[in-house]
């Protein structure tokens, strides 16, 4: 099993910055692609940013030139940096990393518990 433990969540004003973690642990094989997820009430879950092992990103048009997203492998982390914050970025924002579960099952996809990140106008 693979427990992702996400951090930094808060209250900010419009224009402000907050910096999440999340930190990969348990038995588990070779990590891929790790990012950021968000949920909105009242809407689906959407894709904010994310980054394969090899480095390439893949950052949703809202966020883009706001946030960026980073990965330390040899700490099985990664981090969400958002800048220039909206309240249209309130929302509950979800870990995510697909972690090999070998030859049978292949890619398996994980998920934090959610941090919840408000911002205020």
């Known amino acids: 099993q693979v427990q992702l433990a996400e951090s930094g969540g808060g209250l900010v004003q419009a224009g402000g910055s907050l910096r999440l973690s999340c930190v990969a642990s348990?038995?588990?094989?070779?990590?891929?692609?790790m990012g950021w997820y968000r949920q909105a009430p009242g809407k689906e879950r959407e894709l904010v940013a994310t980054?394969?092992?090899?480095?390439?990103?893949n950052d949703a048009d809202s966020v883009k030139g706001r946030f960026t997203v980073s990965r330390d492998n040899a700490k099985n982390a990664v981090y969400l940096q958002m800048n220039s914050l909206k309240p249209e970025d309130t929302a509950v924002y979800y870990c995510?990393?697909?972690?090999?579960?070998?030859?049978?099952?292949?890619?398996?996809?994980?998920w934090g518990q959610g941090t919840q990140v408000t911002v205020s106008s």
């Open positions: 995510y990393a697909n972690v090999w579960a070998g030859p049978t099952t292949s890619w398996y996809p994980y």
């Open positions: 348990g038995s588990m094989g070779r990590l891929g692609t």
């Open positions: 980054l394969t092992s090899a480095g390439r990103r």
